[in-house]
């Protein structure tokens, strides 16, 4: 089980349309008048806002759950609810979109109904521990600090430690077992919020850039079929 954790805090790892200025440029040849460019721009804007949601940006990663095979039928998806509540899932990638960034940098309008979006994602990172990820010991010293954290957080809210709380509990008792869980999946929450944080305070942050095309369709901008690479 803890090697499930770990390689879903290690793939969360690496979130709200952040809107700041960007670069406008019109081709000469595009017939498209400065009275209406705001409104293309808002158009656009919520275009991309919208393909890059929640349900869009993390697509992948639940495509991947749903699919992976635990247990017989269960995907890792329904385990780690299972184990740590309903919509467990669901609440960590609210979390991880909170503090995703998402800029457009520039629209290039080619003619009155075609633009080019450039578009720049960024996830928070703390690059020190990136620098110590080939270091075994760094690693084990970082994981050995994260559970010590858990094992305070747990108390703090318990009054009791985990070693402590699971001898006082049956076995048979399914609610007692499913609590235990839920108290470990909202502290668990609560870890990764305060680290995305406190990275994203330091303003450092890893990702890349994409161009989506953009097209003037009865009257609205669209973005039809953008590819992500899943």
């Not at 495509?63 to 609440?91: C, H, P, R, T």
């Not at 629209?107 to 075609?114: F, G, H, T």
């Not at 406190?198 to 079929?225: C, D, F, H, P, Q």
Request: hydrophobic share 35%.
């Amino acid at each position: 089980m803890k090697k499930i954790i770990l390689s879903l805090f290690i793939l969360l790892s690496l979130s709200i349309f952040t809107q700041e200025k960007y670069q406008i440029e019109i081709e000469p040849s595009a017939k498209i008048s400065q009275n209406v460019i705001q409104d293309y721009n808002l158009q656009i804007e919520k275009e991309v806002s919208k393909i890059y949601s929640k349900e869009e940006m993390f697509g992948l990663m639940n495509k991947m759950m749903n699919g992976a095979s635990v247990q017989g039928e269960n995907g890792l998806k329904e385990l780690m609810n299972g184990f740590f509540g309903e919509d467990y899932i669901s609440k960590m990638m609210d979390i991880m979109f909170k503090y995703y960034k998402i800029e457009i940098e520039k629209i290039n309008y080619i003619s009155e109904n075609k633009a080019y979006v450039k578009v720049k994602l960024g996830f928070p990172v703390n690059l020190d521990e990136i620098k110590n990820i080939s270091s075994i010991d760094k690693m084990l010293k970082k994981a050995e600090e994260n559970s010590k954290k858990l094992e305070a957080a747990f108390k703090k809210k318990t009054g009791k430690t985990m070693e402590e709380y699971s001898k006082s509990i049956s076995e048979k008792d399914e609610k007692a077992i499913e609590k235990y869980f839920k108290i470990m999946g909202e502290i668990q929450m609560e870890m990764m919020e305060e680290e995305l944080a406190k990275m994203t305070k330091n303003g450092k942050y890893v990702g890349r850039k994409e161009i989506l095309e953009a097209n003037r369709k009865n009257g609205k901008w669209v973005i039809e079929s953008p590819n992500f690479g899943y």
